[in-house]
């Protein structure tokens, strides 16, 4: 199961169409968090088999309601009318400030040094109680990405420039955050044609020769060059 979808047994369920704005989080809710961290639960599996049930159950009360009133309003015959209800497990309280305190330390200074583990165990540190979530390739709630907007706006000038797409994953915001961070530290970026086979890798018709390496018994093939070499052979992409 997923950290991001199921952080602990209490299943929810939600139509979007009613409560757009349902689930978004708010201090209040954090609140009680800060003040005492309630043991973590485990996800009970079973939950998924309910939510499902639920979610095809509501459905069906949703879309013969839906018909219902179609029928009674004859001015709704020309509208496509469409209720989706979802159910997931409940975010236990304090789940969404791990998520922000995931953002804001991917949004610091600090992510151009920082790996997802270092940022994840530094998170959990801070809220040992809470599931720290490890698949960063979940797109982010709509609450969330509202969060980032509002953090790259002020933030420094190098997260104020980066690119925040309409929905993004934590690990799309980690590599556009360090990119920009690097851009602004006067990193280069280039578009090369490089050509790789068993013996050399070409470099914009630069080529560097694969030689081999032994350790512990095995062999490895590498190719070894400095940066001065390599920012040449990149850098004849510009001519």
Known sequence: MNELDHPNDVCEVSMDFLTPNALAPSSIEDAPFRRMQPPRRKFDPALRGVASRARQDIQRHVDAYIQQEVARHPELGGLAIRGRVSATPKASSGSSAVLKEIIDRIL??????ATRTSIREGVQKKFPQQAV????SKPLPEWAMRFVRQRAACGTSAVARMKVG???T???LYIEARTSLAREQGAQSYRATITVSAHHITINGQEFKVTQNKSNGKTYDFVRLSMDKLNEAMRASLR
Do not use: E, F, H, I
Request: hydrophobic share 30%; aromatic share 12%; net charge neutral.
């Open 166 to 168: 309409p929905s993004m």
């Open 108 to 113: 610091s200074p600090s992510v151009a040094t």
């Open 170 to 172: 934590l690990s799309q």
């Open 133 to 136: 979530y490890k698949d960063w």
